[in-house]
């Protein structure tokens, strides 16, 4: 019989899996937007064992959003690739000192490249609908 977190986890493994590339990269942004809110929150609460969790996690998403920047296909890619080695280490910093500012100034920055990246998405969806979510630009 399934848990309901079992049947979950299995609806998000499976949406992940089959998400268009650039849903999946909207789906990253998002959670990585909701990880820093969680985290300040936490900060502010001093919980830091929370923040450590969040902030981990938001770890992984730069680097899984670093990894799989295709430089080809893109003249901005080197600039963006030089902001998420930032975003990574004010993060790593931000865990280690406990620093809500450091956290809140990531969200700072990653907010307006997720609400970019949502309209891109659309206006490609609205242009080119047979394209739908698929393709960006991004791998």
Request: aromatic letters at 8%; one cysteine or more; glycine letters at 6%.
């Amino acid at each position: 019989m399934y848990s309901y977190d079992a049947a979950r986890n299995r609806y998000l493994d499976d949406a992940v899996a089959t998400a268009a590339p650039a849903t999946l990269l909207l789906m990253m942004y998002e959670r990585l937007v909701r990880d820093l809110e969680r985290a300040e929150v936490a900060l502010g609460e001093n919980r830091r064992d929370l923040a450590h969790r969040e902030l981990i996690h938001a770890q992984d998403i730069v680097a899984e959003l670093s990894a799989t920047l295709d430089a080809s296909v893109w003249d901005g890619a080197a600039q963006m690739l030089d902001l998420y080695g930032y975003l990574a280490r004010t993060l790593v910093e931000a865990n280690v000192e406990g620093d809500v500012a450091k956290v809140s100034a990531c969200r700072g920055i990653v907010e307006p490249l997720y609400d970019a990246w949502r309209t891109a998405a659309a206006q490609v969806a609205q242009a080119e609908p047979a394209r739908a979510f698929g393709d960006l630009g991004v791998a």
